[in-house]
Nanobody, 118 residues
């Protein structure tokens, strides 16, 4: 099982980024995929999750600004992040959950750094 997050970078406040989570080595169709983030000196925070059936859920910090989607044919889950704020700066990770309903994650990938700064 491999999960690879990409798409991070430096963006100005108010800007947008789209993160991608590429899955390999397992049938992603049956898994829920979640996004988490960890800022320096802070605990890991849940950002968003999409169930195997496509139902999206969001943490309070992401509601109304971030949008998760999945493309099972491409084995990729996306996190569209809009109206970015400096407090969104963190390493973003994607993870997979076997049950498919956004419970406790079973597999984790390496993260991608998002820096929001002017």
């Amino acid at each position: 099982v491999q999960l690879q997050a990409s798409g991070g970078g430096l963006v100005q406040p108010g800007g947008s980024l789209r993160l991608s989570c590429a899955a390999s080595g397992f049938n992603m169709d049956l898994y829920a995929i979640g996004w988490f983030r960890q800022a320096p000196g802070k605990e890991r925070e849940w950002v968003s999750c999409v169930s195997y059936g496509g139902r999206a859920s969001y943490g309070d910090s992401a509601k109304g600004r971030f949008f998760i989607s999945r493309d099972n044919a491409k084995k990729t889950v996306y996190l569209q992040m809009n109206s970015l704020k400096p407090e969104d700066t963190a390493v973003y990770y994607c993870a997979a959950e076997i049950g498919g309903y956004c419970g406790s994650m079973d597999y984790w990938g390496k993260g991608t750094l998002v820096t929001v700064s002017s």
